[in-house]
């Protein structure tokens, strides 16, 4: 028997139906890829909200008026929700250097590490590990984390 090449015909339907599956492959995969990316957002959503709720002990808000005699109930709260946005960066910037944003600032999340249990639970629900503070004098700028 002798070799016949395909018809033109039998290349062409080949052809499509090649680039049929292709297309559904990539129409498949973008709605994949989509999925996921709105899953991560609705995810980091409920993550943010959870840290702007996140209520710190009443040590830590007792130490921070202790640091800083004269200290109203506002201003305390002003320095954990400060405290809070900083970690809402951190969450949106993995792996990035941040500066504090003021020395009470930096104050009120040392106590907050001090509390290990605390501090350890937060982490693993906001960030899927431990968020380390890097202090002044290992290369990064006072109060990066």
């Known amino acids: 028997m002798q070799y016949q090449p395909p018809s ?15 297309f559904l492959f990539t129409v498949y995969y973008i709605a994949a890829c989509e ?3 709105k899953q991560s957002k609705e995810k980091d959503l409920l993550v943010e909200q959870w840290i702007n709720q996140y209520a710190f002990s009443s040590r830590i808000s007792y130490q921070l008026k ?13 320095a954990l929700s400060a405290l809070k ?5 951190a969450l949106r910037m993995p792996g990035k250097r941040l500066d504090m944003p003021s020395r009470i600032v930096d104050d009120a999340w040392h106590l ?4 290990t249990q605390a501090y350890s639970d937060f982490c693993q629900t906001a960030f899927g590990k431990y968020l380390h503070h890097h202090p002044y004098g290992d290369g990064a700028r006072e109060g990066s984390a």
């Open 35 to 37: 999925k996921r990316r």
């Open 85 to 89: 946005s900083y970690f809402l960066v």
């Open 66 to 78: 202790r640091l800083y005699v004269g200290l109203t109930d506002a201003d305390v709260e002003s």
């Open 112 to 115: 907050f590490i001090v509390e």
């Open 8 to 22: 033109t015909l039998n290349i062409v339907y080949t052809l499509i139906i090649l680039g049929i599956g292709a």
